[in-house]
T-cell receptor, first 113, second 114 residues
Framework: DAGVIQSPRHEVTEMGQEVTLRCKPI?????LFWYRQTMMRGLELLIY????????DSGMPEDRFSAKMPNASFSTLKIQPSEPRDSAVYFC???????????FGSGTQLSVL | AQTVTQSQPEMSVQEAETVTLSCTYD???????LFWYKQPPSRQMILVIR??????QNATENRFSVNFQKAAKSFSLKISDSQLGDTAMYFC???????????FGAGTRLTVKP
């Protein structure tokens, strides 16, 4: 398996634009997690899915953020409209055993100008 | 809420020597997991080692071992025979049995010098 695949690797956009981050989990994993990493706050869980259903979205910072998982092999994290303070590295991770054994993607470096 | 503290923002070690990274955590729970993750310059988070709280025996993975002191809520990582490829950020993390919200420390930047 190729591991967790995220795209794009880098994204530069202007304030107010819509941003969509993509994730393909490892085949057979039924848990998918979105994390955000910043210098100020470190790594934070934004939302996670189990069997494509959002279970806990309490970490989503505000309504500008939304996440979907239309099928077992694809998830998106959308920010609309984006703001400079959203600049961070966004990680997707998947697991077949809750969060005990996470496999992380390479992350998307988002810069909002 | 659980918190994870890594008190060493940066550390360095000579190649082939041993280094210990510190981690403490705060929880009122009895059942949980503890982890060390490595983040090299490539940015990907890589699991180094995992410990289940109910196990008294310290986990080991080749050159990596932990010193788990449950009463003291301490979980340090020892890297033996350090290699240049060990240069990375190291994150300590806590996971309760009751949820999926893994809590990470602020990280320790380790540099292995030739």
């Amino acid at each position: 398996d190729a591991g967790v695949i995220q795209s794009p690797r880098h994204e530069v956009t202007e304030m107010g634009q819509e941003v969509t981050l993509r994730c393909k989990p490892i085949s057979g994993h039924d848990y998918l997690f979105w994390y955000r990493q910043t210098m100020m706050r470190g790594l934070e869980l934004l939302i996670y899915f189990n069997n494509n259903v959002p279970i806990d979205d309490s970490g989503m910072p505000e309504d500008r953020f939304s996440a979907k998982m239309p099928n077992a092999s694809f998830s998106t994290l959308k920010i609309q409209p984006s703001e400079p303070r959203d600049s961070a590295v966004y990680f997707c991770a998947s697991s077949d055993r809750r969060a005990e054994k996470l496999f992380f993607g390479s992350g998307t470096q988002l810069s909002v100008l | 809420a659980q918190t994870v503290t890594q008190s060493q923002p940066e550390m360095s070690v000579q190649e082939a020597e041993t280094v210990t990274l510190s981690c403490t955590y705060d929880t009122s729970e009895n059942n949980y997991y503890l982890f060390w993750y490595k983040q090299p310059p490539s940015r990907q988070m890589i699991l180094v080692i995992r410990q289940e709280a109910y196990k008294q025996q310290n986990a080991t993975e080749n050159r990596f071992s932990v010193n788990f002191q449950k009463a003291a809520k301490s979980f340090s990582l020892k890297i033996s025979d350090s290699q240049l490829g060990d240069t990375a950020m190291y994150f300590c993390a806590f996971l309760s049995y009751n949820n999926n919200d893994m809590r990470f420390g602020a990280g320790t930047r380790l540099t292995v010098k030739p």
